[in-house]
């Protein structure tokens, strides 16, 4: 297998077979973001990701069971070139359940209904979606390139697809300024398409970001953790979603809240309560960019 330049993953796809089908973000614009900023997108010649996918059945065997096709936005990739990809994965790995991408709703809403069944049914199971915020201004401050309507729009046509949809919520992200918009709006964002998934990514400045020069500048203030969990609190609080799963599986969050949406919210609620108990002190302290 050929990889090109640092290859990203969600947490969830640790045991999934890497191809790289697609190199870079076509976007690659947010504020927040330092992933590929070094990299021109394009996507790969379909026949070397069948190369590679023979590479990985040549080195693995062919009981894999779960592939994930890197790298950001690989959904912008023409419906009839994944579908010979997956196809083919499926040929040379006959017991694969589970084939997901990463697609931001921008794209996914330059696909047709029926591009979407189509690609369900030869396989794609899951798509990664880094929403990050259903408010519309924050959206815009973070240079998102999408708004809280393509957002919905993409997510009921996922559902109506049939395929899961992981949407990724970026606490913090809006600042002091609009927290609470921030969590509200994007409770009334998720609630119209009850994702499979809302995880919850606690945001981290990086080096070499628009954003990580505001907080330094003092246009951005950064929560604290506790700012960060009620801002959460609000968030769940606000959910009516039916049967989405919100998790915290990601390093960068000060507490784990697990739970479906409605069942668990009053637990999950209980949980940040016990947490905001605990003295800031005691969580770690944001780096904050700097070395």
Not at 137 to 159: F, R, V, W
Request: with cysteine; aromatic share 8%.
């Amino acid at each position: 297998m050929r990889y090109e330049g640092t290859v990203f993953r969600p947490p969830s796809e640790a045991h999934s077979l890497l191809i790289q089908a697609t190199i870079g973000c076509p976007h690659n614009k947010c504020s927040f973001c330092s992933m590929y900023k070094n990299t021109r997108f394009r996507i790969r010649p379909v026949q070397e990701i069948k190369e590679d996918l023979l590479a990985a059945r040549d080195y693995y065997g062919k009981y894999i069971e779960s592939i994930f096709f890197p790298d950001g936005n690989t959904i912008i990739m023409k419906t009839e070139q994944l579908l010979e990809i997956f196809n083919y994965a499926h040929e040379l790995f006959p017991e694969l359940e589970r084939i997901t991408v990463y697609g931001s709703a921008r794209f996914v809403n330059k696909k047709t209904p029926e591009d979407l069944r189509r690609l369900h049914e030869a396989g794609l199971s899951r798509l990664h979606m880094g929403m990050e915020s259903g408010d519309d201004i924050t959206l815009q401050n973070i240079n998102k390139g999408t708004n809280s309507a393509e957002i919905i729009a993409a997510g009921l046509k996922l559902k109506n697809a049939g395929i899961q949809t992981s949407e990724y919520y970026l606490v913090g992200i809006a600042g002091k300024a609009r927290w609470r918009e921030h969590a509200e709006n994007s409770a009334r964002v998720l609630s119209a398409f009850s994702p499979d998934f809302i995880r919850l990514r606690t945001f981290a400045p990086e080096h070499n970001t628009p954003i990580l020069e505001e907080i330094r500048a003092g246009s951005f203030q950064y929560l604290s953790p506790h700012e960060a969990l009620r801002e959460i609190r609000v968030l769940i609080e606000n959910l009516n979603c039916n049967n989405s799963m919100v998790l915290s599986d990601h390093v960068t969050n000060y507490w784990n809240i697990n739970g479906q949406i409605p069942n668990d919210r009053d637990k999950m609620l209980a949980e940040i309560d016990k947490a905001l108990k605990i003295d800031e002190s005691r969580f770690r302290t944001p780096n904050l960019g700097h070395s």
